[in-house]
Structure formats: C-alpha cells, structure tokens
C-alpha cells in the first residue's frame, strides 16, 4: 500500500534529478517502510529550471535512506540521511545547439514549474466546505506535528561545482558550493538528543549547520575539461571514482579554495508549542552564528564579468540558432545577410501578428479547447488519441502563465458544476491520502491499484498522529491579539566583507569592513508584526594607500559584550543572558524597532531609530580605488547594460508598487508613530593621510532626533463629545489643527571647523576657547515640523506642510581660511582618469558645437541679411495667433472641465514650505600672518529676521522673501566715528540700535 505513496512521492521530486529513475527499486516496507536509493546518477537537465546555458556533466548521489514507520509515529523516529550529493556542470557550447532538444526541455521544465506550482495550491481544499477546510488543515497539522517531533535529518558531503574554460579564454575558472555536515534532531529541554514522547506539551528540535562555504576559484586547476557537450567522466578525460575523490577531499581541505563566502557554521534551536498556551509562542526559533565572511578579489569580479557576458551572448542568440545558416560568413555571405533579414522581420512581424483580430480568434479558440480537454481530464473521463496529441500540443504551444490562468478557469467551470450535487463516498487511496486529491489520471491509476485504505487503517493512522475529527472542529477558536505565532531570534557575532587586489600575488585587501554583535529578533502575532535589530560595532580598514597614518577610516568605538558572546556559545538562556542581552541591545551602535499594527494601538505603525556617533576619515583616493575596481571594461558594457536594464526594471516595479502603498496609506490615513535619535557622523578631512599634516576640516552633524506628535485618544474622545454642539472659534482651529499628523525634526550642535591639526580641531568642538577660532559655522540648531493632511483631497488643506526655524547662522571666514578651505576642497574632490579625458574632449566637442553657428552666420552675410531679419519671422507668427483669442478661451474652459472631472483643484496647495532664521551673521577676518595674535575683525554682516514662504500648486507655484533688516559695519578703523561705522543699513545711519 505504502509503496505507491512513496513511488509517487521520489518519483515527482527526485525524476527531474536523477537519470533512469525507477520506482520498482525502492525497497519499501507497507508499514515499516525503510527506502533505500544508493549511487544514483544525476540527470545532464538537472539545473535547467535555473534558465541558464548549462550542462551537468557529471552528477552523483550517493545514498538517500528514509525511514517512516507509519504503524508506530509515537514510538520510532523518522529518519532522513542524505550522503555525498557530488554534481559537476559545465556551459554549453554554442555551436551544438540542437532545436528539437532545447524545446523538448523548455517544456519539460515548464510543466514541472506548473505542477509544482498547483501543488503548492493546497488542491484538499477545493470545493471543501469550512468546517470541512478547517478539519484538514487540523488533520495536516497533527500529521506534521507527529512527524516533526521525532523527526532526524542528516545531510554530509554536498558539493555543487561549476567549471568554465570558455568565458574566459585563458583563465579557467571554478565556482562551487559546499556544505560539509547539515543535521536536524529531536531533544529534550536541555538540549540533549533524546525521543520526544507524543505526552510532551513542546517539542525541542537542534538543527546544526556545519561549513557551509561559496568559492570562486580563478585560474583554477579543473576536475574536467570545462565543456558542457562533453558529457560523462569519460568524455571529461577523468575517471570517475577519481573525480568523486576530488569532490570529497575539496570539502575536507579548504585552504586551496578563494572564498566569496567563507565556511559558515551555526546553529538553530527551534521550540513548537503544542499546549496552546498564549503566553508561549507557537513557533521559537534561534539561529546562532560564530562569523559570516564575504570576499570578493578583482580576478574574480573579471570572471564574473566574462561569464555574465557569455551567458548574455547565449541566451540572446538562442533564439535566432533556428535561423541560422550552418556555414561560416565567409563560405556563404549570402546566407548570413538573409539571416540577419529574417531575424530582424520576424521579431517585427510576429508583434504585429499579435494585434490582429486572426491572432485573437486564434486565443480564444485555444482556450475554449484547452479548457474543454483539461475538464474531460480531471473528470477521469477517457480521452481518445487525438484528444491525447491535442492536448499535448497546446501544452507545448501555451506559455506557463497561460496554462495557469486557464486550468483556474477549469476548476472554476468544475467546481460550478459539481455545486449541489452529492457524491457517495468513495474509498481513498494512499496517494489520494497524501496529496489531498480524490482523483487521478489515467497514468496513476494503475499504480494505486491495492493500495485503498481501508476504515480500520484510517482509525489506526488516526490514534498514531492524535487525531480526533470532532475536536478539531470543536478547538478552531480565534487566539487573542497578544498570542505570537513565530518568535524567531539571530544572533552573529561577527561579520566581513573585503575587496581584494592581486588574490594571487601580494593579496592587497583595498576594503575590509567588519561588524560585530548583530541582533535580530522578529515577532509574528494574528495581526501584528515586530521586528528589532541591532549593531553592536562597526570598523572600516583602507588599504588603498601605503603608509596611512589612518588604516581605520571608521571607527566606533566597540561594544565589548560578554552576554552576548555567551549567548552565541550556548543554545539555552537564562533570565540573566536575557536582561544583558537587552542592556547590551540599549547600548548598541545601531538600533532599529520596527512595528506593524502595534499592540497598544497608539498607531498603524511605529518605527524607533538610534545611532550612535562614529568617526570617518575622508580619503579621496579611497573613493578612486573602489570605483576603479568595479569599473568593468568597455567590451563588457552591453552585457552590463542588459543585467541594469533588467534590475531597472526590477527596482521600477518596486518603486511603483512602493509608491501604490505610500499613495494608499495615505488615502485611507495610515499613522506613524516615529522616534528617530541620530548622532550624526564626525566627518574629518585631512591635508594628508600619509604624513602628520597641519591642516583638516571638521564637519560635525550633531545630533538629529525625529519624534511623532499623534492626536491623543482624550482629545479626538472631547472633539466627537462635542459634534452635536455648536462649535467656537477655537474649536474650529483646534479641529484644523487634528487634520494634520506631526513630525517634530530637531538637528543640534551642527558646526564646521578647519584647524592645524585632527586632535586641537577636534578638542574645539566642545572647548569654549574664544581665543582660538577655528569655526567656519558656529553651532546651530534648526527645529523642524512636518505635517501631512489626513484628508489630501480636501481643498482648503494643504497636503504637506514644512515650516523651519534657525535662531542663529553665524559664519566666519579670514584669508587663511579661505585659502586652506579651497585647498582642502581640491584635495577633497576625487581625480578619476576618466574626468582628465573627458576634459581633453570638451574643448573639440565645443568647437564642433560651434561651427554651424558660424556657418550660419556667414550664411547670412552671403545673403546680405542680417541674423536679426532672419529671426524676426516667429515674432509675425506670434500676432496672429491673437487673432484666435476665442479659440483659446473655448480650449480654456475644455482644460478647466478635464481638471474638474479627473479631480484636480487648481487652488489646493500640494505643499508649503516655510522658513525662518532669526539672526545672519557674517564676520570677515585677517589672519596675523605670524599666528601670534588673534585674527582682525573687518567687516560684519547682519541681517535679522530672514524668512522664506513657498508653497507649490497643480500648476504654479509662489515664494516670497521677507528679511526686516540689513546692517554692514566697518571694523577696519579701530575707532571710527559712529556715522562711518555702518557701511550699509537697512535702518539709516542715524538709528539706535534698539530700532
């Protein structure tokens, strides 16, 4: 009886795999089934639901072992082993295309990804009532629960290898996944591997991962030719034990390999409530990880660049091989300019095939017949050979979205059918059991022939999973809001990514970026979700230039935490580990809660950020070699163009599904609860990085803090108290005010500074040493609020509002600044090799620009006219349109009619910005050339008073500058007569200064 259920079960998802795969080998037991499958070889199709060029040229399971013991799921473990998945791929070879081949697997993978795709629909629930709904998916959970408990996996020695000689002609190349050890076994409280009895109100599962590692060898030495028509060990020139040795020892020694990701190895804890208790989460899960390393070098990014382009150049010539003439260029010209005709003509003509109305006839006279065949077919009625043949071509024909779209159709047209109308009940099979369906094709018809289950092996599959129909029914209650479904945590300890210069020379690391100490925990509730994420630390290293006095060009400074070392050491937590892991968490570099639908309800969604300080060393040349490192060659462009192209239109459609959300989340008034505490980057930019320079500029942020000013419960309650009412004058104001949600933006202690050196520049920042002034921006602090309408198609409401306060912006300059600041901002700018080319070139682009201008010109003179005559014929033009005055004011009125019917108010105010500065002040200094004395005041500029109003409509927009007063003064003279003080005064040079 089992044995048609397991058939079915590998023979779906190991056929698409495993080269002349063939059921009646399984050694399977009716109860206690045992299946054994040992040296299997892999099918050369075995990656084509990738899409991309590829062969498998060798492939080899070792073992695959299952061990279900149906009869007693409470009492024995299931047990799944898989050994030694070894498989060798290799790219095609673009002259052995052979048409009738690739279709025959394009339809092959597309039937698979059809019907795992309608696998994944859960088909049980078709036509099922509720309740009939709510008891499978009870029975499923108590089968899944039964077999999860006592459930041991183990997986060893996974190696996946790609080798290329053809990308790269001269460089061969190997890229390969391995994963050493994976395994996955039932323990108790503790920890430790014990069985899980069926009485256990959880379940505690420990998953291991052991040196899971990607590689991307360059310049490699090959376990085969590198060609993907050559297929076998043979055809590799190897043997193949001696290939399947290279395969073992390539995990075992890993020194030879150049890593993109080093050996990971981690662990998971996974707890699974079954009490139903809701102050426990239903699902517990915790991954722990010791490092997680990434490294690219620039020998690999070439080979990725070279394979991306072959890969390109395949995929985009595939679909013309068809037409392609067999003989060369040069033997047959001819052929090869009809060639380029055809390709051409039949992209053009098959587009305008699909606009006419025999294309549409065509549609839907294969849909109506592929529904008609697909409805016979799932009524197990008998199809004859030309309905078989039938269906099978428009199989082949139809695209996959196609044969989606249309078998829902089917269902849809069967399930209206069937509606009203019982069936009596009929015996199910054990494969029916299994996938949830009642019906099978005519294929699988015979295979379950003796294989019905009985009333008495249902009662007995029943009391060994725990199962009870009528309880199922009875416990399917809605759980409160506070219970959580999916609790999982992560924790990592370390992190890298590093660029690489000359990986197989001096190995120069350009880059190397760690982390430490990163947290994640996400929270899954009915109707909620939360997602908490830290960083303890953060260094970035340059290499880019020798003998910097500044390797480190980001430094924070690092959060030593020994909880949480601990923590990623051992699999249990105390409450202690829990409270100084929370401490810890506070004390982070980066700190970000994220909530969706909170539980206290104060909004839609709550987002709280916060940053630490950290301190960057500006390096141009760093930014020079980062950006020539990815710089790709020129050859390579297109197939870059095309890779952007995709992404682009990847990230667009992102985009506007982003802008739907944010669009609809404000129609229907989503709030945000935001609490954003920033300390702003300490910016540095030195003269020199290579020796002890007298010169840098400081730019420090500050502090920037973002909060949420929401309407209080108590005051929307006083304004709904107050509806039946009349309402006053500042009811009225207190009611606008509610229209709009707040956000208060604070950025303080925001300064720029050039000194003599990084550490006396960096002590003014603090220092309140008027003595030395090193401050081009004094400190400032700006105040911010933003508000959005809750209801942006209301008029007589502006949709977005900005309004800005500055009580002070004091800047100060002196000649020496001026000339270091310049001098710091030349040095700042990065010298890129394409910005010296492009400007030898713009001196000739300009004069070719030029030259039809003059011309143009001589023209003219030739003529005995002059330019002014000749351009004075658009002005005549212009009066005669004049003319049609009412014509204008009908397209007018037109206009004003589409605005109103696509309801777009001419007058509403889209956005409005508004900003106020107190107090500018602009002091001009002359430094003492000597440094002794401090630097001579010359001149000061004042302006009090400075605002900025603008706001932008559909169609227009308006700004409007007010400053109230304007003041220069002379401090050139030591004591000048009062009359000669000021230079230029808004006030008149007889005002007070109180006026």
Not at 169 to 193: C, M, N, Y
Not at 353 to 375: A, P, V
Not at 394 to 399: A, D, F, G, Q
Request: with cysteine; charged share 30%.
């Amino acid at each position: 009886m089992l044995e048609g259920l397991v058939s079915t079960l590998l023979n779906r998802f190991l056929g698409m795999y495993v080269k002349n795969f063939n059921p009646q080998q399984l050694n399977v037991g009716i109860w206690n089934g045992d299946v054994k499958l040992r040296n299997l070889e892999l099918r050369r199709e075995a990656l084509d639901q990738l899409h991309l060029p590829v062969n498998v040229v060798e492939g080899y399971l070792g073992s695959l072992t299952m061990s279900i013991p149906w009869t007693n799921l409470r009492g024995k473990p299931v047990k799944i082993s898989i050994e030694d998945v070894f498989l060798l791929a290799a790219p095609k070879e673009d002259a052995k295309y052979d048409e009738k081949e690739e279709a025959e697997r394009a339809h092959s993978v597309k039937m698979e990804k059809l019907e795992n795709a309608e696998l994944l629909k859960q088909r049980n629930s078709e036509g099922l009532s509720q309740e009939e709904q709510q008891k499978n998916q009870s029975f499923t959970e108590s089968m899944t629960t039964a077999i999860v408990d006592n459930l041991q996996i183990s997986i060893k020695n996974i190696h996946i290898r790609y080798e290329d000689t053809i990308a790269a002609p001269g460089h061969p190349f190997a890229i390969g996944l391995t994963l050493k050890e994976f395994s996955a076994v039932s323990t108790d409280q503790d920890w430790r591997p014990s069985f899980i009895q069926s009485t256990s109100g959880t379940t505690h599962k420990l998953a291991v991962l052991g040196e899971l590692a990607f590689y991307w060898n360059t310049d490699a030495t090959l376990f085969g030719t590198g060609n993907g028509e050559q297929i076998g060990a043979e055809a590799q020139k190897t043997d193949r034990g001696v290939l399947i040795d290279k395969f073992k020892q390539a995990i075992q020694d890993g020194q030879n390999h150049q890593y993109m990701l080093k050996p990971v190895s981690g662990r998971a804890a996974v707890e699974l409530d079954k009490t139903g208790k809701v102050e426990k989460p239903k699902v517990k899960a915790r991954l722990l990880f010791n490092e997680l390393g990434f490294v690219l070098d620039e020998d690999q990014y070439r080979d990725a660049l070279m394979m991306v382009d072959l890969f390109h150049y395949f995929i985009r010539h595939q679909e013309y091989q068809k037409l392609q003439p067999k003989s060369t260029p040069k033997e047959d010209p001819k052929a090869w300019l009809k060639f380029a005709f055809t390709a051409v003509l039949s992209k053009i003509q098959e587009r305008n095939r699909k606009w006419t109305w025999g294309y549409f006839q065509e549609r839907r006279d294969d849909r109506l017949r592929y529904i008609d065949l697909f409805k016979k077919k799932k009524k197990e009625e008998k199809l004859g050979p030309a309905e078989t043949s039938e269906l099978d071509k428009l199989e082949r024909k139809l695209t996959y979205e196609d044969l989606r779209f249309w078998r829902s159709l089917a269902r849809n047209q069967l399930r209206k059918e069937n509606f009203g109308v019982k069936k009596a009940p009929q015996k199910q099979t054990w494969t029916q059991w299994a996938w949830g369906g009642g019906k099978k094709t005519e294929e699988t018809h015979s295979d379950e022939e003796g294989t019905t289950m009985t009333e008495e092996q249902r009662k007995e599959l029943y009391a060994a999973i725990d199962f009870n129909e009528k309880k199922a029914i009875t416990e399917s209650v809605e759980v409160p809001r506070e219970s959580i479904k999916l609790q999982l945590e992560s924790s990592l300890r370390t992190g890298s990514f590093t660029l690489k210069r000359d990986p197989h020379g001096k190995s120069i690391e350009i880059l190397s970026m760690m982390f430490d100490n990163f947290q994640a925990k996400a929270l899954q509730r009915p109707d909620s979700f939360l997602a908490d994420v830290s960083l303890g630390g953060l260094r970035i290293n340059d290499g880019t230039t020798e003998g910097s006095l500044f390797p480190q060009i980001v430094n924070v400074k690092d959060m030593t935490s020994e909880a949480v070392n601990k923590s990623i050491e051992k699999v249990s937590e105390s409450a202690e580990d829990r409270k100084a892991k929370e401490k810890a968490t506070a004390d982070s570099l980066f700190h970000l809660i994220f909530e969706q639908n909170p539980l206290d309800e104060s909004a839609d969604s709550a987002v709280t950020v916060k940053l630490k300080s950290i301190e960057v060393i500006y390096n141009p040349q760093f930014i020079v070699q980062i950006a020539k490192f990815f710089q790709p060659p020129e050859r390579h462009m297109e197939s870059i163009g095309a890779l952007l192209e995709t992404a682009g239109a990847t990230v667009e459609g992102i985009r506007q599904q982003t802008r739907a959300g944010l669009e609809f989340a404000l129609e229907e008034h989503k709030t945000l609860n935001a609490n954003l505490d920033i300390q702003a980057p300490l910016i540095i930019i030195p003269e020199s990085i290579t020796s002890e320079s007298s010169l840098c500029l400081v730019f420090d942020a500050g502090h920037v803090s973002l909060n949420s000013e929401l309407v209080d419960k108590d005051t929307m309650r006083d304004i709904q108290s107050k509806q039946k009412k009349k309402y006053s004058d500042e009811d009225f104001k207190q009611l606008e005010g509610l229209m709009y949600d707040k956000f208060l933006l604070k950025l303080d202690s925001t300064q720029v500074l050039i000194g003599p050196g990084i550490t006396a520049t960096k002590d003014q920042l603090s220092s309140k040493d008027e003595s030395k002034n090193y401050h081009i921006i004094d400190r400032i602090n700006m105040d911010f609020v933003l508000e959005t309408s809750i209801i942006p198609k209301a008029s007589d409401l502006t949709k977005t509002r900005v309004s800005g306060h500055l009580p002070v912006l004091h800047a100060s300059i002196s000649d020496k600044k001026y000339k270091n600041l310049m001098k710091l901002i030349d040095i700042a700018v990065p010298k890129f090799e394409s910005d010296d080319a492009s400007s030898e070139s713009k001196p000739g682009n300009a004069s070719k620009k030029q030259a039809p201008a003059v011309g143009q010109s001589r023209a003219d003179e030739a003529l005995g006219r002059s330019r002014s005559k000749s351009v004075s014929v658009p002005a005549q033009k212009d009066l005669v349109v004049e003319d049609e005055s009412d014509a204008e004011d009908v397209q007018a009125e037109q206009t004003t009619k589409r605005l109103e019917e696509e309801g777009i108010n001419l007058h509403q105010r889209n956005f409005q910005f508004k900003f106020t500065v107190d107090k500018l002040q602009g002091s001009l200094f002359r430094a003492d050339p000597d440094e002794s004395k401090p630097d001579q005041l010359l001149v000061e500029l004042v302006a009090e008073h400075f605002e900025l109003d603008f706001y932008l409509r559909p169609y227009d927009m308006v700004a409007e500058v007010l400053l109230k007063s304007l003041n220069v003064d002379d401090y050139i003279d030591e004591d000048p007569s009062p009359e000669f003080r000021k230079i230029i005064s808004s006030r008149g040079f007889g005002a007070k200064e109180n006026k």
